[in-house]
């Protein structure tokens, strides 16, 4: 469509209309656009979903789920009916596990609701998603001009390959607090989707015979990407997103970590006047020992609230930093306040804290602060958890400064410290 002759004039090596990269570039430009967009609109509300991200991680998991039973073939197989009846029965279920909470330790009735999107829209919304949208003759003559209508409206038509996916991705962007963050994801799925467009721009012959060969194989690439959807989305709806992370964990240090030394600082949300700042949230902890620790209760001083894990490897890089700030600010009104999020809690993280040490100018030390036990409950409470490890500096009179999240920077979180004291 793009070169302005048929396929098997292409094949027998006719030139194209017109320069066939300058209305590939044109063609990407008009679907980046809308994608980007789209990442844009997506993070718009993304502080909202952040502040309640342990209700509704359930739910995005669920619709991730959904594309990936898409993609792999098993939704179509669900009559309509059957899918609304298993759905309707879940909607039942869950409502009565709403009501009498803690029939089930693990399961909610938000849980079930989500679990019944997947019954009740699934089997109609699969049938919707194998259609597909041409528009043969848009934009007239090939070209530029063409070209950018052609990528409009590849972005809004061609569902069946782009619409999972993208929905995912959008579903991540959703998530970011900050506007330039959706887009800048939108912007490096378009340019995934375009590098393919442009390479076949440059080398259509040679495109046209690897895909005479290639294109056998791509119910297998579409199997693929529905298996990776379920992992993702069962990893979602089960709060355990962080899992991956700390298994992509030496990505993180191999760009963030140089000799100890961090060369990418974290995302930080500031907050830029007093008045603005938020008051700290109403919690109250259970250290080690079972015993209640309020939060309330550390008002009057500096307090640095680390969200960390066992299992967390950037948190492992941080801990002698934490260690460090505690012995050099501990007497001038400092503390540190340690929260494990592992979900096994104390059978885990008392033994961590008892055999492991960590290198403090060349001394072996253990965590030498406060450390407690965190929850979901807890962590929403603070605006939620993208990932560990994740900082809140509280003042003195309990307003929070300044929230870090991922492996911050030694000196810039030392002088925030210093400058509060």
């Known amino acids: 469509m793009l070169s302005g002759i048929g396929v098997e004039q292409l094949k027998q090596g006719r030139a194209p209309r017109g320069s066939l990269l300058t209305s590939a570039l044109a063609f990407v430009t008009g679907f980046s656009i809308v994608f980007i967009t789209f990442g844009a609109s997506a993070s718009a509300v993304g502080s909202f979903l952040v502040r309640n991200r342990t209700l509704l991680a359930p739910l995005a998991g669920a619709l991730i789920l959904l594309f990936g039973l898409h993609l792999v073939g098993w939704l179509v197989r669900i009559p309509v009916r059957v899918g609304r009846g298993i759905g309707l029965l879940l909607v039942v279920a869950g ?61 809004f038509g061609w569902t069946p390959c782009i619409g999972p996916i993208l929905a995912a991705v959008l579903a991540v962007a959703a998530t ?61 709806f089960a709060n355990r997103l962080t899992w991956l992370s700390n298994k992509l964990s030496f990505l993180n240090r191999s760009v963030a970590v140089m000799e100890g ?30 015993n209640k620790v309020p939060i309330a209760s550390l008002k009057g001083k500096l307090v640095l609230v680390n969200f960390w894990a066992t299992w967390c490897e950037p948190c492992r ?62 962590a929403s409470k603070f605006g939620g958890l993208i990932g560990l490890p994740t900082s809140v500096l509280i003042s003195r009179d309990g307003r929070v400064v300044k929230r870090y999240v991922g492996l911050v920077n030694q000196k810039d979180l030392e002088k925030e410290i210093q400058a509060q004291l």
């Open 95 to 155: 409502i009565g596990l709403s009501a009498r909470p803690g029939i089930f330790a693990r399961v909610k009735g938000v849980d079930l609701f989500a679990i019944a999107i997947i019954f009740l829209l699934g089997p109609i919304l699969t049938r919707w998603l194998n259609r597909d949208v041409h528009f043969r003759k848009l934009g007239g003559q090939p070209g530029p001009f063409s070209g950018f209508l052609m990528g409009f409206a590849f972005a």
């Open 261 to 290: 030394k961090l060369t990418a600082a974290p995302k930080i949300v500031p907050s830029s006047a007093k008045a603005a700042q938020p008051n700290e949230p109403d919690v109250t902890f259970q250290d080690l020992q079972g």
């Open 317 to 378: 890089v941080e801990i002698p930093w934490m260690i460090e700030f505690q012995q050099k600010y501990g007497n001038r009104g400092f503390t540190l306040l340690g929260v494990a999020m592992d979900d096994e809690g104390k059978s885990v993280v008392d033994p961590f804290i008892q055999k492991t040490q960590f290198d403090v100018d060349g001394h072996p030390t253990a965590m030498d602060y406060p450390i407690v036990l965190g929850t979901d409950d807890i």
């Open 176 to 236: 970011r607090e900050k506007i330039g963050q959706g887009v800048f994801l939108l912007a490096c799925y378009s340019a995934g989707l375009a590098i393919p467009f442009l390479v076949t721009a440059l080398g259509i012959g040679g495109f046209l015979r690897f895909y005479q060969n290639f294109r056998r194989h791509l119910h297998t690439v579409e199997v693929f990407s529905g298996v990776l959807l379920l992992a993702i989305g069962g990893l979602v």
